[in-house]
């Protein structure tokens, strides 16, 4: 991070598991800032053409950040009027094409980054993602192996491609947009639970075994807001409606019957709060950040599970040599 590593809770409790003699000290998390100045971040975020990815770009820069938006197909005039917004209020942020479902493309994207970024890349949103509805059973093997590719395997890639210099640093943040749906469960939502269900597990998981390198995860969890999602995933839905058996169509009515037809009207809440969220978490102390973050101003159901979910990793691990690595993220 471009902020000076201090002695905190993560650090003293890595040195626990390193089983040094001193107990861990927990700190307890500070007040995040109202109005959080982002000066000094580098952050990089996939799928940046529209939605909670754009938004943030142009936020993030907006409070200070050299911000690194990246997205797939360039040229595109989603870059170009990104790109126009951007230079309009002399914002630092620059555009990198990456594809997250090609390894060749993150290889590529992620490595121009790092140059524009002199080798320093603090902050990883992983955002790109997409959806495709449909029964189970309809889910042909392409539907299935595009939306893991994009929504499981390409955040994979981006750590794998991030992870070392973070590591060299001793520091970053990684930010994984999963869902309520990551939580919780509406039939005929294809395999986008699946996936998100995944994102879930991959980042807990992640968070416990980056803790004595420093590295923080959080994962945010959107409510239905009215982005471009909601268009783009007919794209996807309304091909895979096309080619299935209307046999098998039919039999999982209602749930195939607006298959590629939803478009995300009545939804009127505000797509900021995504981006406003992450950037208070970003100016929170090292050490203090939250693994989850539901966000949507309607109900939030996964928070019930969320509590849940915790408290059985406390009462499971929380006595073992893995102890200390749950609680320093749990606490």
């Known amino acids: 991070m471009s902020e000076p590593l201090r002695p905190g809770r993560r650090e003293l409790i890595a040195g626990a598991v390193a089983l040094t003699a ?56 989603e870059a170009e009027s990104l790109t126009a917004e951007a230079a309009k209020d002399k914002l630092d942020l620059h555009l990198v094409e990456i594809d997250v479902t090609s390894d060749e493309s993150v290889k590529s994207g992620t490595g121009k980054a790092l140059e ?100 923080e995860v959080t994962i945010i969890q959107p409510g239905g807001y009215p982005t471009r999602v909601w268009q783009n995933r007919n794209v996807y839905t309304g091909a895979l409606s096309k080619r299935s058996d209307p046999a098998l169509l039919a039999a999982y009515e209602p749930f195939t019957r607006g298959m590629g037809t939803e478009d995300g009207s009545g939804r009127s809440a505000d797509p900021a709060d995504v981006p406003r969220a992450i950037a208070e978490i970003m100016a929170m102390p090292a050490g203090s950040r939250p693994l ?36 320093a993220v749990h606490d």
């Not at 799928?47 to 360039?74: D, E, P, Q, W």
């Not at 599970?305 to 691990?317: G, S, T």
């Open 22 to 77: 001193a107990a861990p000290a927990l700190l307890h998390a500070s007040t995040p800032v109202a109005a959080p100045s982002l000066k000094g971040r580098t952050v990089l975020i996939t799928g940046a053409s529209s939605g909670f990815g754009r938004i943030g770009a142009l936020h993030y820069a907006k409070l200070g950040a050299k911000v690194i938006a990246s997205m797939r197909n360039l040229p595109r005039p």
């Open 116 to 215: 524009i970024a002199n080798g320093r890349i603090d902050t990883l949103v992983n955002n790109a993602g997409i959806g495709i509805t449909g029964p189970v059973e309809v889910q042909d093997m392409d539907a299935t192996r595009l939306i893991f590719e994009t929504n499981i395997l390409g955040i994979q890639r981006m750590l794998l491609a991030l992870l070392p210099q973070m590591r060299g640093a001793k520091s970053g943040q990684i930010f994984n947009i999963s869902s309520q749906l990551g939580r919780v469960i509406v039939p005929g939502g294809g395999h986008y639970s699946a996936t998100k269900f995944a994102v879930e597990a991959l980042s807990e998981q992640l968070a416990y075994e980056l803790v004595p390198h420093g590295i």
């Open 292 to 327: 989850r973050r539901a966000v949507h101003p309607g109900a939030k159901p996964q928070e019930a599970i969320n509590k849940v979910a915790a408290d059985v990793q406390l009462a499971w691990l929380g006595g073992s040599p893995l102890g200390p690595l749950i609680k």
